[in-house]
């Protein structure tokens, strides 16, 4: 009957993406000089990502895979193709990957949060897995893989490339898993970057992500707060940025491929980070942060498992890129500065 809607159905990834590409060649737009797939393009890191890639390479294509946020394709879609994908559904991604024709993927998306990983396993090792992105990948393809820190007990830091990966949750195993299918499968064409506790100002975007940066006045640690604080590489959002850009840019040999950390220079705890928000906004640390030991929490917030010290030694990615290590006092000037006022 005229009017009806009986009959229509959503577009698949691929066919939203195809949609994308005819009208961007509609409109005469040049074909790309590269074409850039990304993966958890709406989350923190890719929000940041997305819009550092499309203001230094104008020229490349950018197809921007995300997940739930409503907003995203409406901020990022004059500068990308956003097509929202479940990468649970194995077609959907065997589809996309096909059509997109990749020449770099940069794959960011994960259930980041191990404590989401520890109450549905099965859910984070699909998504955080996901074999059907890598037999998808083309022959000519290089990737790149965000992968995490917790791939390390915690128990032998500083850690390099070198030492034992013994995860002691779900979420680091499920990284761990994806990092050995990824080398296995494209042992000259794939890096794995370890990365440590992100931290950087909100995202350009309408949903306005913040990193947590200590400000609360109750510092957890994950054991007593004598010797025992989680201990991190913490690393600067702007870093990871310039690193997956130059990857993304330069390729990936023989020569470079692998696995690398990717943290700050610096080994600091939770408190440490508060710290020095705290003196980036002049205010009295001791009067504002009051540390309180793991012990004391509530059990749902000790009930995974969390490596205790997991500080790297990232001098392999630095002698690689040639990038400078941003220290924790300037990701904190930096991240004040971009949000245009003090951290609180």
């Known amino acids: 009957m005229p009017g009806s809607l009986e009959g229509l159905r959503a577009l698949s990834p691929a066919e939203e993406y195809l949609r994308i590409v005819a009208s961007a060649a509609a409109r005469g737009l040049a074909p790309p000089d590269k074409t850039v797939l990304i993966t958890g393009a709406s989350g923190y890191l890719g929000q940041h990502l ?16 995300y997940g739930g946020l409503d907003t995203f394709a409406e901020d990022f879609g004059a500068v990308c193709a956003c097509v929202q994908l479940d990468l649970t559904d194995g077609a959907a991604v065997t589809a996309l990957v096909s059509e997109v024709k990749p020449d770099v993927v940069l794959h960011l998306a994960a259930i980041s949060s191990p404590a989401v990983c520890e109450r549905d396993p099965a859910r984070a090792r699909a998504v955080n897995e996901c074999p059907p992105l890598l037999a998808a990948v083309p022959a000519h393809a290089c ?7 917790q791939v390390y007990d915690g128990l032998a830091a500083p850690y390099t490339e070198t030492s034992a990966a013994a995860p002691v949750n779900v979420y680091g195993q499920s990284k761990l898993s994806f990092e050995r299918a990824l080398t296995a499968a494209l042992p000259s064409r794939s890096v794995c970057l370890r990365s440590s506790l992100i931290l950087g100002p909100p995202t350009p975007g309408r949903h306005r992500y913040k990193q947590p940066t200590g400000t609360d006045h109750r510092v957890s640690f994950r054991s007593s707060p004598s010797s025992d604080a989680q201990v991190r590489s913490v690393v600067w959002v702007g870093d990871i940025v310039s690193i997956l850009a130059s990857l993304a840019r330069d390729g990936v040999s023989p020569q470079s491929a692998g696995v690398y950390n ?34 004391s929490l509530p059990p749902a917030a000790r009930a995974v498992a969390s490596p205790p010290d997991i500080s790297m030694d990232s001098t392999k990615l630095r002698s690689l890129t040639g990038h400078p290590a941003t220290r924790l006092a300037e990701m904190v000037a930096g991240a004040a500065a971009a949000a245009g006022a003090s951290p609180f």
């Open 143 to 149: 990737f790149v893989f965000l992968s995490t820190d």
């Open 262 to 295: 990717m943290g700050g220079p610096e080994r600091v705890t939770r408190v440490e980070v508060a710290e020095a928000v705290a003196a980036q906004g002049g205010y009295d640390a001791p009067q504002l942060i009051r540390p309180v030991a793991r012990s």
């Open 50 to 65: 997305i819009a550092h890639l499309a203001r230094t390479f104008p020229t490349w294509r950018l197809a921007a895979a």
